[in-house]
């Protein structure tokens, strides 16, 4: 196989731990992270691209004679960029990971992913899709289901769209919030209610050509802001790997009954996918339910399981389009756990200050340091983001991982820092 240059787009902590895993690959040639952050910078070559501007990723690829591309986050899929570049007369031979903007609405719409799942007898909550026209069903559809309620803006709100409500009242604000006063401008045009499922919550990936697909390390992630899962819903607080609970039998459900689904659905309406799929589940009573489906890996999930994969990550990404090769090919993982946990800058997921000098990062041993909101200034790093760095650690078990996490954060500091400190203990 000829060396490749590979463009990943983005720039949080998913696409640092890409690039980290990407960089080791014996038929990488050179590796570009567009725009990238501090942490990717050791890794490949940053680039000052804007990844909603198609010119300037158009001419990043031709310049950088780039063979292979990762589109990291999801509003480039849900906007059709892998269409607009395979339609592109100028861009040949490109392998584009990533689906396109028709298979980008199993994320970019919640309602079309419930009527998918429908469809298909995947199992879901059941659930009604309304919006500003039918706003009063919608409330009466409320008083008719009993809390906790779950309410969904439809379209992509940076993981901070789904909202369980204990109350009647606090779920007719909500719907207000959203529909009404336009909490997530256009995503929130439309929202899905659904009945509240019980039970553990588990994320579950996979490498696709649409056809065939490999299964990628298990996790299970912790949204809320707060230890023991309270306060507000983040972008992702920690997350672990494997998950203990997912036995061969648990497994092999989640394959006949989600995964194949999922793929035989998308070929029965014509949808091609390349790329990856993150099923987002949750275990009732032993059966695995679909909470939402996301078009590329999570974070930050990926810092968790991407360093579990024993295998050259690049060699299955660059084999994708060849069907035979991909089918052939055996995914190895680590007989390993992984814990991440992620500090982030007080007053997330709401309003926070950025640009505090963050001290310690260079005392971390055993464990990886994967750069989010986090940028280099002087040769000093600087807090950019809400979410600012996750700490990851692969060790023999759950526990032992843990503690070495937590025990490399003492070493970490920066003004208003914060982190739960809870990652993983309901697991243990």
């Known amino acids: ?29 050179k590796l570009y ?14 680039l000052d691209v804007n990844i909603h501007n198609y010119d300037a990723i158009k001419n990043c690829i031709l310049t ?28 040949h031979n490109l392998i584009i990971i990533g689906p396109k903007k028709s298979a980008a609405q ?41 809390p906790p309620f779950v309410i969904k803006a439809d379209g992509l709100a940076a993981g901070k769209g789904v909202f369980i409500c204990e109350t009647l009242e606090k779920a007719t604000n909500v719907v207000e919030d959203i529909v009404v006063n336009k909490k997530f401008g256009a995503a929130g045009e439309k929202i899905v209610i659904e009945s509240f499922l019980d039970g553990i919550e588990l994320s579950v990936f996979v490498l696709t050509n649409g056809t065939d697909y490999k299964i990628l390390p298990t996790a299970k992630d912790y ?45 029965k309406e014509n949808i091609e996918y390349t790329g990856f799929i993150f099923f987002g589940l949750i275990k009732v009573k032993n059966e695995p339910f679909v909470i939402e489906y996301n078009v590329r890996l999570g974070d930050p999930e990926t810092q968790a399981i991407i360093p579990r994969i024993k295998s050259d990550l690049l060699s299955f990404l660059a084999s994708i389009n060849d069907k035979q090769t991909f089918k052939n090919m055996e995914l190895n993982i680590e007989d390993t756990a992984a814990t991440t946990v992620i500090l982030t800058s007080g ?16 005392n971390i041993t055993n464990s990886i340091a994967f750069h989010a909101g986090l940028k280099l200034e002087k040769h000093k790093y600087l807090t950019n983001g809400g979410r600012v760095v996750a700490i990851t650690t692969v060790d023999k078990n759950i526990p032992t991982a843990i503690k070495k996490t937590y025990t490399n954060i003492e070493k970490i500091s920066f003004q208003d820092m914060y982190f739960r400190k809870d990652i993983g203990n309901d697991l243990i």
Do not use: C
């Open 1 to 29: 196989m000829n060396k490749l240059n590979v463009l990943i787009l983005g720039s949080g902590g998913r696409e640092h731990a890409i690039a980290w895993k990407i960089h080791q690959s014996p038929i990488l040639n």
């Open 33 to 46: 992270v567009a725009p990238g952050n501090s942490g990717t910078l050791k890794r490949g070559e940053n």
């Open 64 to 91: 950088q004679n780039i063979n292979l591309l990762i589109i990291g986050p999801e509003d480039p899929l849900v906007n059709g960029l892998h269409d607009q570049l395979e339609d592109d007369k100028d861009i």
């Open 106 to 146: 199993l994320e970019g719409s919640k309602s079309f992913a419930k009527k998918f799942m429908l469809k298909n007898n995947i199992p879901t909550a059941d659930f009604k899709s309304f919006n500003i026209t039918n706003l009063n069903e919608a409330k009466i559809y409320l008083e008719e289901s009993s």
């Open 223 to 267: 949204k809320r802001i707060g230890e023991n899962d309270t306060g507000l819903n983040t972008g992702g607080m920690g997350a672990i790997s494997p998950v203990p609970f997912v036995d061969e039998v648990f497994m092999e459900k989640i394959k006949t009954k989600i995964i194949e689904p999922t793929l035989i659905g998308l070929k």
């Open 347 to 362: 007053g997330y997921p709401e309003k926070y200050k950025k640009g505090y000098p963050i001290r310690g990062l260079e």
